[in-house]
Every structure is written in C-alpha cells, then in structure tokens.
C-alpha cells in the first residue's frame, strides 16, 4: 500500500489540503533489486580490478615464463594489463547495443534476468584463469562482464522510470547513480587485503561479481515487470493494471495506468524503432541529439581511466603499496558521497547548471593533473598535487556528469 502524508497549505491552495503520495515498500524494493544486478554491477567491477594490479602482473608474468622460458617485457606487460583493463569497456558498449533490444523481446525484468547468466559465465573464467594458467580468461571475463554492465545500465533506468511514480520519476532516476558509485565503493572494500585484495585471493575477488548476480536472480522474479512494456510493449491490460496496483496500491494505481493508456492509445500501434531509424525522426532529432551529447560526454571525460590508472599514480606520487588499497577507497567514497548528495542540490541548481560547472571543473582538474604528472620529478611535493587532483576530479565528476546515468 502507498503511504500517504497529508499537508495544509493555505497560502498556496486557500486551505485545500494537498495529498503527496510516497512509494511503496514494493516499490522500493523493487528498485534494489533491479539496482544490483545493474549498475551497482558495472560501478563493482570497474573498481575491483585496482587491488590485484601488482598480483595480476606477477601472474603475467609467471605464466609467461612457464610457457615461453623468458620474462614478459615491461612494454608487453603494460599492454597486456591495459587489455585485461579496459576491454571491460568495449563488452559494456557490445551491452549498451543489445541491452534496448533484450529489453524489448524479454522485457525489462527478463532482459535483467538473462543478463546474470553472462555474469556468472564471466565470473566463473576470471576465477579459473589463475589455477589453469591462462590469462587469456581473464580478457574474455572482462570483455563478458562488460557486455554484462552495458545490458544492465541500459535496461536498469528503462524500469526504474516505467515503474516510478510520475511526481517521483526525477528523484528516483538517481538510484542509478547511487546504485554504482555504491558499486565501486563496495568493490573497493571488497578489494581490501583484510579482505579479498590478498595475493592468495585475487581470483575470489575477480570471481566475486557473481554474488550481484546471484542476488538479483533471487529477488528480482518477486516483482512484477514493468508496467509500461506490459501494456504498450505485450498489450496486457490485465497484468499492467496488477503490476500497477503492486507498486503504487490499490487506491492510487489508477493515475499511473491513465497514463500509460494515454501513451498506448497516442502509438496506435507503432513498433519499437530500431536505433538507425531514429535519426531520420526530425521529431525526435533535438533530443536524440541532448541525449547523444551528454552521454559521450560522460563516457569520454575520462572517469573509468581515473578508477583504472590510478593505482599508478598513487604509486609515482610515493605512498607505498600497502596503503594504495585505503588512499583509493577514498575514491569510491568521494563519488558515493557526492552521489548521494546530488539529489538536493538538483531541486535548488537545476541539471544543466550543475553538469557544465562538473564539466568546467573536470577540465580544471585535468590540466592541472597534466601538468603535475609531467614536472611531478622537479619537486617532492608535485606527486601529492596529482593525487589531490584525482579526488577533485572524481568529486567534480559526481557532481554533474555523473547525474546523467
């Protein structure tokens, strides 16, 4: 049942009371659910790869020696890690392509579904890729829990938005972002050598992303699927009108399913468009454009270099390999905090004030990053400015540009 709060405002409404409606434990939970095996799964495991840098190249390294009888190159040995790091970003674009289809022919809780068993398939090459000797499971891993995040950062807004209250659907909107930066925060305690992050445990650690999986696989059929895909995308009256009533109670489901009518009936039938046909809709040009902008933005500032290389800065700029772990948490907490945060200033900035000052600030950041990670020999303390330019950053990224996910 939808809880409600009842406010007499005077002034505004001459002494009419106003209702506002309030979500759902359902609905609620339902969002947790989604949220965990979406981008909390893409935040965890662009943040689990920095602890087991220094164990990962020691087991280049070795299975390089057994195979070949000679040491990898330090040039070879750079490439290859920066394979097994970034490759994770070219299976979440391979997952962003297929995610709107899947969510279309499975719907969006069966594409979230789905997705796990990619999860689980990668979880299971990374953690055996150190007992058989072969590092070339942990590209294919990688590559495959990147499909695994781009599906669900593309799948986990389409149903938070459709099962969102129309007065919340703003607010609710940065569950994605609190859902990754909560990722990474957690893959970096997870990454801790107390922890996962030992020399011993780097295969557990890299494996680990399968409990997101798990966990969503075990709640999320609980939920109804989204009432939006129910209605326009299958045409089932019926189930939407149940769903709804799930998410928003029995009382106040009927608001929400006028909309949804409204939709179904304004489409007349018109199919789902392939991504190539929207950019021959002038109707949608404007906004095809605002969305394509923003999210290049975002995704080419630079942010997953910052959370992959920065265990390389920390190192140049003298903190010792013990503590990198606890400096680079800091990371995670900076975007989490901002994050959470964000919401409030939202109501009083506005989006687009806050994303071009994240981004003015960014640039900032990064010219002074630039500058410090060239002359950071000239002087004892020019490795600390690089290190406090990597929080600034990462606060600056969280924001702005990060409110965009």
Known sequence: MVNEQTVLDRKKNGGVKKTYDFPSWT???????????????????VSIINAPTQHIHRFLNETWISRYRMELSPDLLTFLWSVIASIFSLGGLCGA?????????????????????????????????????????????????????GIGICVQPLYI????????????AMGSSIFLTGGILTGQIIGLRELLGGEM?????????SFPAFAQLLFLPWFP??????????????????????????????????????????????????PWQLFTDRGVRWQLITVIVMTMGQQLSGINAIYFYATYIFEQAGISAEKIPYVTL????????????????????GRRYLIIGGYLLMI??????????????????????????????????????????
Not at 29 to 35: I, P
Not at 201 to 209: F, M, N, R, T
Not at 332 to 344: F, I, N, S
Request: aromatic residues 12%.
């Open 201 to 209: 445990y780097w295969p557990l650690l890299l494996s680990s992303s």
């Open 97 to 149: 392509l297929i995610g709107g289809s899947m969510a279309i022919r499975l719907g969006r809780k069966g594409a979230l579904l789905m997705n796990n068993i990619i999860a689980v398939l990668a979880a299971v090459l990374m953690g055996i890729s150190f007992p058989t000797g072969l590092f070339e499971l942990l590209i294919v891993g990688r590559f495959l829990i990147g499909i695994n995040s």
């Open 225 to 274: 699927e989204s009432p939006r895909y129910l209605l326009i995308d299958r045409g089932d009256e019926l189930s939407c009108a149940k769903a709804l009533k799930r998410f928003h109670g029995s009382l106040q489901y009927q608001r929400e399913m006028e909309d949804i009518q409204q939709e179904y009936f304004a489409l007349d039938g018109e199919k789902p468009r392939k």
């Open 27 to 45: 609905l609620f939970l339902a969002v947790c659910a989604v949220g965990i095996g979406g981008t909390f799964q893409y935040g965890y495991n």
């Open 161 to 172: 938005g459709e099962v969102a209250p129309k007065h919340l659907r703003g607010g609710m």
């Open 330 to 349: 800091g990371t995670g907490a900076c975007e989490c905090l901002t994050a959470l945060t964000c919401g409030l200033l939202i109501d009083y900035v």
């Open 364 to 405: 900032l950041w990064s010219i002074v990053l630039t500058f410090s990670l060239t002359y950071q020999e000239l002087y004892s303390w020019v490795p600390y400015v690089s290190m406090t330019s990597i929080f600034a950053f990462i606060l600056s990224f969280g924001l702005g540009p990060g409110i965009t996910q």
